[in-house]
Protein backbone atom coordinates (compact mmCIF):
# COMPACT_ATOMS: atom_id res chain seq x y z
CA UNK A 1 0.00 0.00 0.00
CA UNK A 2 1.50 3.45 -0.86
CA UNK A 3 1.46 5.69 1.64
CA UNK A 4 3.03 8.62 2.23
CA UNK A 5 5.20 9.48 5.75
CA UNK A 6 5.18 13.10 5.54
CA UNK A 7 2.28 15.28 6.11
CA UNK A 8 0.85 17.26 2.90
CA UNK A 9 1.12 20.25 5.14
CA UNK A 10 4.95 19.98 5.20
CA UNK A 11 5.59 19.33 1.97
CA UNK A 12 7.66 21.98 -0.40
CA UNK A 13 7.35 20.99 -3.59
CA UNK A 14 3.89 19.82 -3.06
CA UNK A 15 2.27 18.41 -7.12
CA UNK A 16 -1.25 17.60 -7.20
CA UNK A 17 -2.12 14.41 -8.98
CA UNK A 18 -5.93 14.53 -9.21
CA UNK A 19 -8.46 17.37 -9.28
CA UNK A 20 -9.98 17.44 -5.54
CA UNK A 21 -13.09 18.45 -6.91
CA UNK A 22 -15.59 15.25 -7.37
CA UNK A 23 -17.64 16.03 -10.06
CA UNK A 24 -14.34 16.66 -12.31
CA UNK A 25 -13.76 13.88 -14.51
CA UNK A 26 -9.95 13.96 -13.31
CA UNK A 27 -11.27 13.51 -9.97
CA UNK A 28 -10.64 9.62 -9.78
CA UNK A 29 -7.18 9.33 -11.84
CA UNK A 30 -4.46 7.19 -11.13
CA UNK A 31 -2.07 7.48 -13.48
CA UNK A 32 0.38 10.05 -14.37
CA UNK A 33 -0.56 13.36 -16.53
CA UNK A 34 -2.81 15.23 -14.59
CA UNK A 35 -2.52 18.54 -15.82
CA UNK A 36 -2.95 21.86 -13.81
CA UNK A 37 -1.07 25.62 -13.51
CA UNK A 38 0.05 26.89 -10.87
CA UNK A 39 -2.41 29.79 -9.30
CA UNK A 40 -0.84 31.83 -6.85
CA UNK A 41 -0.34 31.18 -2.91
CA UNK A 42 -2.22 32.21 -0.20
CA UNK A 43 -0.64 32.68 3.82
CA UNK A 44 -2.31 31.78 7.14
CA UNK A 45 -1.19 32.47 10.76
CA UNK A 46 0.01 29.15 10.89
CA UNK A 47 1.70 28.55 7.51
CA UNK A 48 3.37 31.19 4.98
CA UNK A 49 3.04 29.94 1.68
CA UNK A 50 0.12 27.21 0.62
CA UNK A 51 0.61 26.83 -3.72
CA UNK A 52 -2.73 27.29 -4.89
CA UNK A 53 -3.63 25.56 -8.48
CA UNK A 54 -5.87 25.42 -11.27
CA UNK A 55 -7.31 22.43 -12.60
CA UNK A 56 -7.27 22.68 -16.56
CA UNK A 57 -9.80 20.26 -17.23
CA UNK A 58 -12.66 21.68 -15.05
CA UNK A 59 -11.11 25.37 -14.15
CA UNK A 60 -11.61 25.08 -10.95
CA UNK A 61 -8.77 26.31 -8.17
CA UNK A 62 -7.88 24.80 -5.25
CA UNK A 63 -5.10 24.73 -2.83
CA UNK A 64 -2.44 22.12 -1.38
CA UNK A 65 -4.41 21.84 1.79
CA UNK A 66 -7.31 20.36 -0.20
CA UNK A 67 -5.32 17.04 -0.34
CA UNK A 68 -4.83 17.52 3.82
CA UNK A 69 -6.77 15.87 6.43
CA UNK A 70 -7.13 19.35 8.55
CA UNK A 71 -8.90 21.27 5.44
CA UNK A 72 -11.03 23.84 6.62
CA UNK A 73 -10.32 22.96 10.59
CA UNK A 74 -9.52 25.76 12.72
CA UNK A 75 -7.64 24.12 14.96
CA UNK A 76 -5.92 21.84 12.76
CA UNK A 77 -3.91 20.74 15.98
CA UNK A 78 -5.83 18.83 17.85
CA UNK A 79 -6.49 16.04 14.92
CA UNK A 80 -3.84 14.30 16.11
CA UNK A 81 -4.59 14.31 20.10
CA UNK A 82 -8.17 13.66 19.61
CA UNK A 83 -7.55 10.56 17.61
CA UNK A 84 -4.70 9.28 20.55
CA UNK A 85 -7.01 10.49 23.35
CA UNK A 86 -9.92 8.31 21.92
CA UNK A 87 -8.22 5.14 21.76
CA UNK A 88 -6.55 5.85 25.23
CA UNK A 89 -9.89 5.47 27.15
CA UNK A 90 -10.84 9.53 27.09
CA UNK A 91 -14.60 10.69 26.56
CA UNK A 92 -15.19 13.44 24.02
CA UNK A 93 -15.62 16.11 27.32
CA UNK A 94 -12.48 14.73 29.04
CA UNK A 95 -10.44 15.25 25.89
CA UNK A 96 -11.77 18.89 25.60
CA UNK A 97 -10.79 19.66 29.07
CA UNK A 98 -7.09 18.65 28.85
CA UNK A 99 -6.95 19.98 25.00
CA UNK A 100 -8.34 23.24 26.09
CA UNK A 101 -11.20 23.35 23.04
CA UNK A 102 -14.99 23.15 23.28
CA UNK A 103 -16.72 19.34 23.51
CA UNK A 104 -18.68 20.04 20.10
CA UNK A 105 -14.75 20.32 18.42
CA UNK A 106 -13.80 17.00 19.91
CA UNK A 107 -16.97 15.59 18.43
CA UNK A 108 -16.91 17.17 15.19
CA UNK A 109 -12.99 15.85 15.03
CA UNK A 110 -14.16 12.50 15.74
CA UNK A 111 -16.51 12.26 13.21
CA UNK A 112 -14.09 13.67 10.48
CA UNK A 113 -11.16 10.82 12.27
CA UNK A 114 -14.08 7.99 11.73
CA UNK A 115 -15.03 8.72 8.15
CA UNK A 116 -10.80 9.05 7.57
CA UNK A 117 -9.94 6.44 8.71
CA UNK A 118 -13.23 4.24 7.43
CA UNK A 119 -11.45 5.41 4.05
CA UNK A 120 -7.99 4.44 4.92
CA UNK A 121 -9.82 0.74 5.99
CA UNK A 122 -11.08 0.63 2.19
CA UNK A 123 -8.01 1.18 0.77
CA UNK A 124 -6.27 -1.15 2.68
CA UNK A 125 -9.18 -3.54 1.55
CA UNK A 126 -8.52 -2.34 -1.77
CA UNK A 127 -4.87 -3.52 -1.87
CA UNK A 128 -5.48 -6.58 -0.10
CA UNK A 129 -7.79 -7.48 -2.63
CA UNK A 130 -7.05 -11.61 -3.78
CA UNK A 131 -4.37 -12.12 -1.39
CA UNK A 132 -6.60 -12.91 1.50
CA UNK A 133 -4.71 -16.26 2.74
CA UNK A 134 -5.55 -16.64 6.46
CA UNK A 135 -7.87 -18.17 8.81
CA UNK A 136 -11.01 -15.70 10.03
CA UNK A 137 -12.38 -15.72 12.87
CA UNK A 138 -15.97 -13.83 13.12
CA UNK A 139 -18.10 -12.25 16.04
CA UNK A 140 -20.27 -9.44 17.22
CA UNK A 141 -19.51 -6.90 19.99
CA UNK A 142 -21.99 -6.28 21.64
CA UNK A 143 -22.88 -2.52 22.66
CA UNK A 144 -26.18 -0.27 22.43
CA UNK A 145 -27.33 3.48 21.13
CA UNK A 146 -28.56 5.56 23.65
CA UNK A 147 -30.43 3.51 25.90
CA UNK A 148 -29.91 -0.40 26.27
CA UNK A 149 -33.29 -0.62 24.94
CA UNK A 150 -31.48 -0.22 21.78
CA UNK A 151 -28.53 -3.03 21.59
CA UNK A 152 -26.74 -3.66 18.37
CA UNK A 153 -23.93 -5.94 17.87
CA UNK A 154 -20.77 -5.05 15.52
CA UNK A 155 -19.40 -7.84 13.67
CA UNK A 156 -15.90 -8.08 13.45
CA UNK A 157 -13.30 -9.94 11.16
CA UNK A 158 -10.37 -10.41 12.46
CA UNK A 159 -7.32 -12.79 10.89
CA UNK A 160 -6.18 -15.29 13.41
CA UNK A 161 -2.64 -15.11 12.19
CA UNK A 162 -2.04 -11.55 11.45
CA UNK A 163 -4.52 -10.27 13.74
CA UNK A 164 -5.60 -7.51 11.31
CA UNK A 165 -9.10 -6.34 11.74
CA UNK A 166 -10.65 -6.57 7.95
CA UNK A 167 -14.36 -5.58 8.62
CA UNK A 168 -16.92 -4.27 10.74
CA UNK A 169 -20.51 -3.84 10.31
CA UNK A 170 -23.27 -3.12 12.63
CA UNK A 171 -26.26 -5.60 13.52
CA UNK A 172 -28.96 -3.91 15.20
CA UNK A 173 -31.45 -6.60 17.10
CA UNK A 174 -34.46 -6.48 19.97
CA UNK A 175 -33.16 -6.17 23.49
CA UNK A 176 -33.14 -9.21 25.45
CA UNK A 177 -32.77 -10.50 29.03
CA UNK A 178 -35.45 -10.11 32.00
CA UNK A 179 -37.67 -6.99 31.99
CA UNK A 180 -39.28 -5.34 34.42
CA UNK A 181 -43.06 -4.33 33.09
CA UNK A 182 -41.68 -0.58 33.12
CA UNK A 183 -38.82 -1.15 31.19
CA UNK A 184 -40.61 -3.12 28.87
CA UNK A 185 -43.66 -0.20 28.03
CA UNK A 186 -40.77 2.24 27.69
CA UNK A 187 -38.78 -0.08 25.15
CA UNK A 188 -42.05 -0.64 23.24
CA UNK A 189 -42.77 2.91 22.92
CA UNK A 190 -39.51 4.08 21.55
CA UNK A 191 -40.02 4.65 17.73
CA UNK A 192 -38.84 1.72 15.66
CA UNK A 193 -35.38 1.92 13.52
CA UNK A 194 -34.23 0.04 10.78
CA UNK A 195 -32.73 -3.29 11.55
CA UNK A 196 -31.06 -3.45 8.01
CA UNK A 197 -31.40 -7.47 8.67
CA UNK A 198 -29.86 -7.56 12.07
CA UNK A 199 -27.52 -10.30 12.70
CA UNK A 200 -28.00 -11.75 9.48
CA UNK A 201 -27.64 -8.68 7.24
CA UNK A 202 -24.31 -7.85 9.05
CA UNK A 203 -23.00 -10.79 8.91
CA UNK A 204 -23.78 -11.57 4.82
CA UNK A 205 -22.39 -8.24 4.39
CA UNK A 206 -18.57 -9.71 6.00
CA UNK A 207 -19.13 -13.19 3.68
CA UNK A 208 -19.27 -10.53 0.82
CA UNK A 209 -16.50 -8.18 2.18
CA UNK A 210 -14.04 -11.91 2.63
CA UNK A 211 -15.41 -13.11 -0.86
CA UNK A 212 -13.45 -10.07 -2.24
CA UNK A 213 -10.07 -10.83 -0.15
CA UNK A 214 -10.13 -13.99 -1.70
CA UNK A 215 -8.25 -15.15 -4.42
CA UNK A 216 -9.98 -15.92 -7.49
CA UNK A 217 -11.81 -19.25 -6.99
CA UNK A 218 -10.23 -19.61 -3.51
CA UNK A 219 -11.97 -20.21 -0.71
CA UNK A 220 -12.17 -18.96 2.71
CA UNK A 221 -11.36 -20.56 6.26
CA UNK A 222 -14.27 -18.88 9.03
CA UNK A 223 -14.35 -19.62 12.32
CA UNK A 224 -17.43 -18.19 14.76
CA UNK A 225 -19.74 -19.46 17.63
CA UNK A 226 -22.43 -20.97 14.96
CA UNK A 227 -25.19 -18.32 16.08
CA UNK A 228 -28.41 -19.46 13.72
CA UNK A 229 -28.50 -16.06 12.05
CA UNK A 230 -24.82 -16.92 10.87
CA UNK A 231 -25.69 -20.43 9.26
CA UNK A 232 -28.69 -19.00 7.74
CA UNK A 233 -26.78 -16.09 5.78
CA UNK A 234 -24.15 -18.61 4.88
CA UNK A 235 -26.61 -21.42 3.49
CA UNK A 236 -28.33 -18.43 1.36
CA UNK A 237 -25.67 -17.04 0.30
CA UNK A 238 -24.49 -17.58 -3.41
CA UNK A 239 -20.63 -18.10 -2.77
CA UNK A 240 -21.51 -20.27 -0.02
CA UNK A 241 -19.49 -22.52 -1.07
CA UNK A 242 -16.19 -21.07 -0.87
CA UNK A 243 -16.21 -21.22 2.47
CA UNK A 244 -15.15 -24.02 4.80
CA UNK A 245 -16.51 -22.70 8.44
CA UNK A 246 -15.51 -24.26 11.74
CA UNK A 247 -18.16 -23.87 14.50
CA UNK A 248 -17.36 -23.52 18.21
CA UNK A 249 -20.50 -22.95 19.88
CA UNK A 250 -20.24 -20.64 22.78
CA UNK A 251 -20.29 -23.72 26.07
CA UNK A 252 -22.39 -23.36 29.25
CA UNK A 253 -19.09 -21.95 32.11
CA UNK A 254 -19.04 -21.38 35.46
CA UNK A 255 -19.40 -21.63 38.80
CA UNK A 256 -16.81 -19.28 39.19
CA UNK A 257 -12.98 -20.18 39.35
CA UNK A 258 -14.43 -23.60 38.07
CA UNK A 259 -11.95 -25.11 35.21
CA UNK A 260 -12.68 -24.60 31.79
CA UNK A 261 -14.15 -27.55 30.22
CA UNK A 262 -12.87 -28.97 27.06
CA UNK A 263 -14.81 -27.38 24.26
CA UNK A 264 -14.70 -24.08 26.19
CA UNK A 265 -10.96 -24.39 25.84
CA UNK A 266 -11.17 -25.41 22.26
CA UNK A 267 -13.76 -22.80 21.65
CA UNK A 268 -11.18 -20.23 23.46
CA UNK A 269 -8.26 -21.09 21.03
CA UNK A 270 -10.29 -20.90 18.12
CA UNK A 271 -11.98 -17.12 18.78
CA UNK A 272 -9.03 -15.89 20.58
CA UNK A 273 -7.76 -13.07 18.24
CA UNK A 274 -11.43 -11.74 18.29
CA UNK A 275 -11.65 -11.78 21.74
CA UNK A 276 -8.96 -10.42 22.09
CA UNK A 277 -9.93 -7.80 20.34
CA UNK A 278 -13.30 -7.05 22.07
CA UNK A 279 -11.36 -6.78 25.07
CA UNK A 280 -9.16 -4.24 23.95
CA UNK A 281 -12.15 -2.33 22.77
CA UNK A 282 -14.22 -2.33 25.99
CA UNK A 283 -10.85 -1.33 27.87
CA UNK A 284 -9.48 1.30 25.33
CA UNK A 285 -12.70 3.05 24.49
CA UNK A 286 -14.76 5.18 26.59
CA UNK A 287 -18.13 4.37 25.13
CA UNK A 288 -17.79 0.99 25.35
CA UNK A 289 -16.90 0.08 28.97
CA UNK A 290 -19.09 -1.83 31.38
CA UNK A 291 -22.16 0.69 33.32
CA UNK A 292 -20.24 3.66 32.10
CA UNK A 293 -22.12 7.27 31.63
CA UNK A 294 -20.21 7.83 28.31
CA UNK A 295 -22.19 5.23 26.02
CA UNK A 296 -22.84 6.55 22.53
CA UNK A 297 -25.89 8.02 21.61
CA UNK A 298 -25.92 7.31 17.99
CA UNK A 299 -25.06 4.43 16.46
CA UNK A 300 -23.38 5.97 13.19
CA UNK A 301 -21.26 8.02 15.59
CA UNK A 302 -20.42 4.77 17.15
CA UNK A 303 -18.70 3.07 14.23
CA UNK A 304 -16.89 5.85 13.18
CA UNK A 305 -15.25 6.08 16.46
CA UNK A 306 -14.68 2.19 16.08
CA UNK A 307 -13.36 2.80 12.41
CA UNK A 308 -10.42 4.79 14.42
CA UNK A 309 -9.75 2.14 16.83
CA UNK A 310 -9.39 -0.47 13.90
CA UNK A 311 -6.66 2.18 12.34
CA UNK A 312 -5.65 2.14 15.38
CA UNK A 313 -5.47 -1.67 16.00
CA UNK A 314 -4.25 -2.15 12.26
CA UNK A 315 -1.38 0.36 11.99
CA UNK A 316 -0.74 1.77 14.83
CA UNK A 317 -0.35 -0.62 17.78
CA UNK A 318 1.78 -3.34 18.10
CA UNK A 319 0.09 -7.26 18.57
CA UNK A 320 1.89 -6.88 22.01
CA UNK A 321 3.22 -4.05 24.46
CA UNK A 322 3.77 -6.76 27.58
CA UNK A 323 6.43 -8.53 25.39
CA UNK A 324 7.17 -5.54 23.48
CA UNK A 325 5.96 -6.84 20.21
CA UNK A 326 6.11 -3.82 18.03
CA UNK A 327 4.94 -5.57 14.82
CA UNK A 328 1.39 -4.35 13.86
CA UNK A 329 -1.25 -6.09 12.00
CA UNK A 330 -0.77 -4.21 8.62
CA UNK A 331 3.47 -5.09 9.14
CA UNK A 332 2.27 -8.77 8.81
CA UNK A 333 -0.09 -8.31 5.81
CA UNK A 334 2.86 -6.36 4.27
CA UNK A 335 0.56 -3.26 3.91
CA UNK A 336 3.35 -0.88 6.08
CA UNK A 337 6.92 -1.15 6.49
CA UNK A 338 6.94 -0.21 10.56
CA UNK A 339 4.61 1.11 12.94
CA UNK A 340 2.59 4.33 11.81
CA UNK A 341 2.30 7.12 14.33
CA UNK A 342 -1.34 9.20 14.53
CA UNK A 343 0.38 11.83 11.96
CA UNK A 344 1.47 9.26 9.45
CA UNK A 345 -2.41 7.94 9.73
CA UNK A 346 -3.13 11.68 8.85
CA UNK A 347 -0.34 12.08 6.14
CA UNK A 348 -2.97 12.40 3.60
CA UNK A 349 -7.08 13.25 2.74
CA UNK A 350 -8.57 10.69 1.19
CA UNK A 351 -11.89 11.22 -0.90
CA UNK A 352 -14.75 8.48 -0.91
CA UNK A 353 -15.45 8.65 -4.44
CA UNK A 354 -11.74 7.03 -5.63
CA UNK A 355 -12.82 4.56 -2.90
CA UNK A 356 -14.50 1.03 -3.38
CA UNK A 357 -16.63 1.27 -0.14
CA UNK A 358 -17.72 -2.67 0.80
CA UNK A 359 -21.30 -3.02 1.97
CA UNK A 360 -23.04 -0.04 4.09
CA UNK A 361 -20.11 1.56 4.51
CA UNK A 362 -20.80 4.62 2.71
CA UNK A 363 -24.19 5.29 5.05
CA UNK A 364 -21.97 5.39 7.74
CA UNK A 365 -19.62 7.46 5.78
CA UNK A 366 -22.83 9.79 4.69
CA UNK A 367 -24.53 9.59 8.10
CA UNK A 368 -27.28 8.39 6.82
CA UNK A 369 -27.84 5.58 9.54
CA UNK A 370 -30.01 7.35 11.76
CA UNK A 371 -31.54 6.98 15.54
CA UNK A 372 -35.12 7.53 15.52
CA UNK A 373 -35.57 8.36 19.19
CA UNK A 374 -33.24 10.98 18.70
CA UNK A 375 -34.77 14.88 17.54
CA UNK A 376 -32.26 15.68 15.03
CA UNK A 377 -29.32 13.32 13.11
CA UNK A 378 -27.19 15.47 11.29
CA UNK A 379 -26.01 13.67 7.69
CA UNK A 380 -22.40 14.48 6.06
CA UNK A 381 -23.82 16.95 3.52
CA UNK A 382 -20.68 17.24 0.52
CA UNK A 383 -21.30 21.02 0.37
CA UNK A 384 -17.47 21.78 0.90
CA UNK A 385 -16.24 18.54 1.22
CA UNK A 386 -16.26 15.24 -0.51
ZN1 LIG B 1 -10.98 19.51 -12.10
Known sequence: MVWPETPVERLQGFRPRFCPWPECSEHRRSAPGYRFHRHGAYATVRRPKIPRFRCLTCGRAFSRQSFATSYYLKRPELLVPVAAGLVAGSAHRQLARSLGCAPSTVTRQSARLGRHALLLQSL??????GRLCESIAADHFETFEFSQDLPFGVLTLVGRDSWFVFGID?????RTGRRTPSQEARRLARPRRPSRAGYFGSFRRGLDLLLDLAPQGGSVHLV???????LDALTSHAGHRRFAIEIHPNPVRGPKGSPKSPE??????????????HALLRHTRADHKRETIAFGRRLNAIMERLFVATAWRNFVKGRSERRPDPVTPAMRLGLA?????WRQVLSRRL??????LPGLWS???????????????HRHRLKHAA
Open 363 to 377: NLYRRNWTTPVLPTN
Open 224 to 230: CDGKPEY
Open 337 to 341: GRPWT
Open 351 to 356: FPRRHR
Open 264 to 277: AAARDRALHTVDRL
Open 124 to 129: ALETLS
Open 170 to 174: PAPHA
